[in-house]
């Protein structure tokens, strides 16, 4: 079975600080991962894929197979990057997507 | 690019009332189709998909059911809601490379 822990809640942080939202995952095959994420008011949006190995408003995101982890990073946080994110594992066949709980990342000026 | 439209935004209904959230889809055709459930503190839990057609899958077993009488018509349903159908539901589609887009839900309230 495939699952994806986040395993903070609530992830607070100071304008400037360094960010790290944690993405934990459990599946047997070769994972595709994703991170989305949905601002206030707004849609949930797709912010980032491993397999683009891409910087999406200064956001990374690395896969480490063997920790199992794929964990989003920005240098310096700003209060616009405050919302929800969800760290997110595609299925097989369905190409359905695996979420996981959730952090909301707060941005304090 | 594909555009989803979910209706309606918002709902309140009692229980035992029956429900029909709709979600169309443009821009695209013959898509997979999905609905959501978003739970305060539970992420997204998948409800059903659809590759065409007539053709509905279900993940879990619930309340609730799914129809999609046209290729980008996606509807979700219920004869009967119960307190514990409350939430955020999304309607999604999928992407060429796995990704899904998503709808900008319905917040649904059963009191």
């Known amino acids: 079975a495939q699952r994806v822990t986040q395993p903070e809640k609530l992830l607070s942080v100071f304008k400037g600080a360094p960010v790290e939202l944690k993405c934990n995952y459990s599946y047997s095959g070769s994972p595709e991962l994703f991170w989305y994420v949905q601002y206030s008011r707004q849609r949930l949006q797709l912010l980032l894929r491993?397999?683009s190995r891409e910087s999406i408003k200064g956001f990374t995101a690395d896969l480490n197979k063997g920790e199992t982890s794929f964990h989003l990073k920005k240098p310096f946080a700003q209060e616009e990057d405050s919302a929800m994110y969800y760290c997110a594992l595609k299925g097989t066949g369905r190409r359905a997507l695996t979420f996981g709980s959730g952090t909301r990342l707060q941005v304090q000026p | 690019s594909q555009t989803i439209h979910q209706w309606p935004a918002t709902l309140v209904q009692p229980v035992g009332s029956p429900l029909s959230l709709e979600c169309t889809v443009e821009g695209t055709s013959n898509p997979n189709l999905y609905w959501y459930r978003q739970a305060a503190g539970r992420g997204l839990q998948l409800l059903f998909y659809?590759?065409?057609?007539?053709?509905i899958s279900s993940e879990v077993p619930q309340n609730l059911s799914a129809s999609r009488p046209q290729d980008r018509q996606f509807i979700l349903s219920s004869k009967k809601l119960l307190l514990s159908d409350s939430g955020f539901y999304l309607c999604a589609t999928a992407g060429s490379g796995y990704e899904q887009y998503f709808g900008p839900g319905t917040r649904l309230t059963v009191t």
């Open positions: 659809s590759v065409g057609i007539g053709q």
């Open positions: 491993h397999i």
